[in-house]
């Protein structure tokens, strides 16, 4: 297939120079170990939420920092991985965009540079042959969706083939801030569960403060952000309104809105990739355009491309909008 990153994401990197594989090459061991670890713990963190809340509670400084946490990293993954660095839905000064790449790499999900190749690969291909986590790939029977929603949910991270950075992500190999970040991502992932537990012990002034500011605003905050962002790529590519036109299945489900910080208005997004709201219908809830709005006043971004009469009619219509 030679479908090209302008045709797929939106036109937010160039192309690479001649064919390459979507694929390269293996995880290592030590990268899957590392999967394993930062996939299934904060999950056990939530299978153990609710035993061990009725057993020792949960306090107001735990839900303080818990929603913090999961409003600021969540926010990294949808304004800067998603919107920004993977889509260039706007274009931000220096400093934002490396405080950006930090935010997201909070959130546990892979460094920048990766999660930004594997989602321009699923544009590339989506809901088709070569995208990563398809939910239709396995067929349309009860047996075959089942086995496709694990898969776009979750089981396709523990799949060890790389995505081809060189062909989905070269604008952020050539940026030595992002790569600089990518390659520190270890520190932001220790960073993400050491600062609640630090908080949470100092404002308790209790080594028990920070052991539940750890549990609730680290390991749980963690578990409840990936479930929100995997559900993007399994539920919303399963059922849902589609009330634009899109190359695939994408579809708003409305009950993830706010969760999802709009990224749950997935049929817009797929209809047209670089538009910097999702939720352009009234009464759309979308926090991320919101923050990018509020980055637009302060002079932080420009070039934000806002959703316009002219580009909802094309997409309405079927037609490409470029």
């Not at 929603?67 to 304004?79: M, P």
């Not at 089981?155 to 989905?168: C, H, P, V, Y």
């Not at 991320?288 to 932080?300: L, N």
Request: glycine share 10%; aromatic share 14%.
């Amino acid at each position: 297939m030679t479908t090209t990153l302008d045709e797929s994401a939106g036109g937010a990197a160039p192309p690479s120079k001649g064919p390459k594989p979507v694929t390269v090459g293996r995880r290592k061991n030590y990268a899957q170990l590392g999967v394993y670890i930062f996939v299934l713990g904060p999950f056990a963190a939530l299978i153990a939420a609710v035993p061990l809340a009725w057993g020792w509670g949960l306090t107001w400084v735990d839900v303080i920092l818990a929603f913090a946490f999961f409003y600021f990293t969540g926010h990294g993954v949808t304004v800067g991985y998603h919107r920004y660095f993977t889509h260039g839905s706007f274009k931000a000064k220096r400093p934002l965009k490396v405080f950006l790449a930090i935010a997201g790499s909070m959130a546990v999900q892979g460094p920048p540079i990766i999660w930004v190749a594997d989602h321009r690969r699923h544009h590339a291909f989506s809901d088709k042959e070569g995208d990563p986590h398809s939910p239709w790939l396995y067929g349309t029977g009860p047996i075959a969706l089942t086995k496709g929603f694990w898969h776009a949910h979750m089981g396709w991270m523990f799949d060890r083939s790389l995505t081809n950075k060189e062909r989905f992500a070269p604008d952020l190999l050539a940026d030595k801030d992002i790569v600089k970040v990518n390659n520190t991502f270890v520190i932001w992932t220790v960073l993400t569960f050491l600062l609640p537990a630090v908080l949470g012990g100092l404002i308790t002034w209790s080594w028990w403060g920070a052991l539940t500011a750890f549990f609730w605003a680290g390991l749980v905050r963690v578990a409840i952000l990936h479930h929100v962002t995997w559900s993007t790529n399994s539920i919303c590519h399963m059922i849902g309104d589609r009330p634009f036109v899109s190359r695939d299945k994408a579809a708003n489900v409305w009950p993830l809105a706010i969760l999802s910080f709009g990224e749950s208005w997935h049929n817009l997004h797929h209809a047209d990739p670089t538009c910097a709201r999702h939720g352009v219908k009234k009464g759309q809830i979308d926090t991320s355009a919101r923050i990018i709005w509020f980055f637009e006043k302060f002079g932080w971004v420009h070039s934000v491309r806002w959703p316009t009469q002219a580009r909802l009619a094309k997409i309405s219509a079927g037609s490409d909008v470029t």
